[in-house]
C-alpha cells in the first residue's frame, strides 16, 4: 500500500516498511536494478538483523514492459522476499534521471529522512544514461545531505561509505560479498518483478535469462573470492582493513 510521505513540498514514497534510520540503502534509477546488482548482499543483511532498504529514483513508468501501478506492486512483494526494513520511490522521470539540483534536492531529504550508514549506487561507468546520471546525481545529494545550512528538512546526515554496483558494465571492484548461500531467496526477489523477466526479452538485462546471465558474473566474482557466487561493488574511497581479519 502507497503511504505519502511529504516536507517542505518534497515528496517520497512508502511501498514498504516504515521510514527509519538504514544501515544500508540501496538507490536503484529503476524498479529491479538493486535486487539484481545488489540483491543478495541486502538480504544478507537483512538476516543479520541489519535495517536495509531501496530507493527507487524512478517508476520505471517508460519501460516497455509493465505499468507502474504492476510495478509497484512486485517492487512490494521484492521487499518482503529480501526483508527490508524499508522500500521507497522517488519519482524522478524516467529516461531523464541527471544531476539536477531539483532532484538532488528531492534524494538529499530522503537521505536525511532514513540516515544511511552505507548508500549504494549505480556506478558512473554503466551505458545506461539513467544508471550514470542516478551516479552524479547521488554525489550532489550526499553533499548536500550533509551541509547544515542547506534548505532541506530534516537534520544534515552524513553517508559514511558509498559503493557502486554493477549494471550493465563491467567495473573494477574491490569489494566482494559472498552471496553463496542466498542464491534461491534472491532469485525469487528478482523474479518477482514478473512483467519484466517473464515475456519476451527486450535487452540483455529485461529476459527471462536474467538470473542465469547475472549468477554468471556472481560465478566469476565468486571465483576470485574462493567462494561459489560473490557479488562486486567498488568502493572509491580507500577501506581501512584490521589486519587481524585477513
Not at 509493465?66 to 522521470?93: D, H, K, N, T, Y
Not at 526479452?201 to 536474467?210: D, L, M, Q
Amino acid at each position: 500500500m502507497l503511504r505519502a510521505m511529504s516536507d517542505a513540498g518534497l515528496v517520497f514514497e512508502t511501498i514498504h516498511g516504515r521510514v527509519q534510520p538504514l544501515e544500508w540503502l540501496v538507490l536503484a534509477p529503476h524498479p529491479d536494478d538493486a535486487e539484481i546488482g545488489a540483491g543478495g548482499t541486502l538480504i544478507r543483511l537483512a538476516r543479520a538483523g541489519r535495517a536495509v532498504g531501496i530507493l527507487e529514483l524512478s517508476r520505471g513508468e517508460r519501460g516497455t514492459q509493465g505499468s507502474p501501478q504492476v510495478r509497484v506492486a512486485e517492487c512490494a512483494r521484492a521487499a518482503e522476499i529480501m526483508g527490508l526494513a524499508w522500500r521507497g520511490q522517488l519519482g524522478l522521470p524516467d529516461g531523464e534521471l541527471r544531476d539536477t539540483l531539483e532532484g538532488a534536492h528531492a534524494l538529499a531529504a530522503v537521505l536525511r529522512a532514513v540516515r544511511p550508514r552505507v548508500l549504494v549506487v549505480p556506478h558512473h561507468r554503466d551505458r545506461h544514461p539513467d544508471h550514470f546520471g542516478s551516479y552524479h546525481l547521488s554525489k550532489r545529494a550526499v553533499h548536500l545531505a550533509q551541509l547544515a545550512k542547506a534548505d532541506l528538512p530534516g537534520d544534515p546526515h552524513r553517508v559514511s561509505r558509498v559503493l557502486l554496483y554493477q549494471g550493465n558494465a563491467d567495473i573494477t571492484p574491490n569489494v566482494l560479498i559472498d552471496v553463496a548461500d542466498l542464491q534461491d531467496v534472491w532469485a525469487q526477489s528478482v523474479l518477482a518483478h514478473e512483467s519484466q523477466f517473464s515475456g519476451a526479452a527486450i535487452s540483455e538485462t529485461v529476459t527471462p535469462e536474467i538470473v542465469e546471465r547475472r549468477r554468471a558474473r556472481m560465478t566469476y566474482w565468486g571465483t576470485m573470492a574462493r567462494v561459489r557466487y560473490a557479488e562486486a561493488f567498488e568502493a572509491e574511497d580507500a577501506l581501512l582493513v584490521d589486519p587481524l581479519t585477513l
